[in-house]
């Protein structure tokens, strides 16, 4: 868990400095267009939805474009056919890499994806071959300065979660999918506050990494969630945290 947890967080503070330049703008459009095409334009029947313009949120979108966003899922207004696609693959030292992708062209992004690993010491690898490594779970982030962890664990339980662990400065509440959303509720309810809630998947198993295969898989992790169609990049890593700070600082 703690590679995992680390790069989250990471990646969420990214997400804001790459607002600035409209890579996190165009992730998230694509995640609320699919979603609103999936499960319908109304955000309180559509779970999926609803986290995705909380992602939105969360990097200032205004909400023009959230609306015009969900329009184009719902067929409101004309907009690219997106489709979704999941690609397996293998990093530096063996490390599980699954990838969730959201593209109009198949035929570009895949390419694309193997050069990306190919180029990083790892391979793009057959459907199937480590999806059954990772759950789906919800993923709730507390920073650990900002709540009490024996309240955080009682509220957590009573909410019904199904586990609350420590990593490093942060408190992670782990959930069923289904119950991510009530959890968070119950959580904003009590006046804990949350640094992060979504549906994510979480590796059964880590993979340690130090020295040249940790600074490759770092640089892996980079280049795919630079590029415009990964959506999410999960992986099994377990990389020291000053290995980690240096290569992300």
């Not at 004309?78 to 198949?106: F, M, Q, R, W």
């Not at 990306?116 to 919800?138: D, P, Q, S, T, Y």
């Not at 650990?144 to 962890?149: F, I």
């Not at 198993?205 to 600074?215: I, M, N, P, R």
């Amino acid at each position: 868990m703690s590679g995992h947890s680390k790069w989250a967080g990471i990646k969420h503070k990214k997400a804001k400095v790459d607002a600035q330049r409209g890579r996190a703008f165009t992730k998230v459009i694509r995640e609320i267009t699919v979603a609103a095409r999936v499960g319908g334009g109304d955000p309180a029947g559509n779970p999926r939805l609803r986290l995705a313009i909380d992602k939105a949120k969360a990097v200032n979108m205004p909400q023009d474009n959230i609306q015009r966003a969900i329009q184009k899922g719902t067929g409101e207004l004309p907009g690219v056919s997106y489709e979704e696609y999941i690609y397996e693959g293998y990093g530096p030292g063996g490390v599980a890499v699954l990838l969730e992708v959201v593209t109009d062209n198949k035929n570009r992004t895949a390419p694309e994806i193997r050069k990306a690993f190919a180029k990083h010491a790892g391979n793009l690898g057959e459907a199937g071959c480590v999806a059954w490594m990772f759950e789906k779970r919800g993923l709730i982030q507390v920073e650990a300065a900002k709540t009490d962890e024996d309240r955080l664990f009682g509220v957590a339980l009573e909410a019904g979660a199904g586990d609350v662990r420590r990593s490093d400065h942060l408190f992670e509440v782990i959930t069923s999918p289904k119950d991510l959303e009530r959890v968070k509720e119950f959580l904003a309810r009590e006046n804990i506050e949350i640094a992060t809630g979504e549906v994510t998947m979480l590796p059964q198993s880590t993979v340690k990494l130090e020295g040249k295969e940790a600074q490759q898989m770092l640089r892996l992790m980079e280049e795919l969630e630079e590029h415009d169609d990964v959506q999410n990049v999960y992986a099994n890593f377990d990389i020291p945290d000053e290995i980690m700070a240096a290569m992300t600082s």
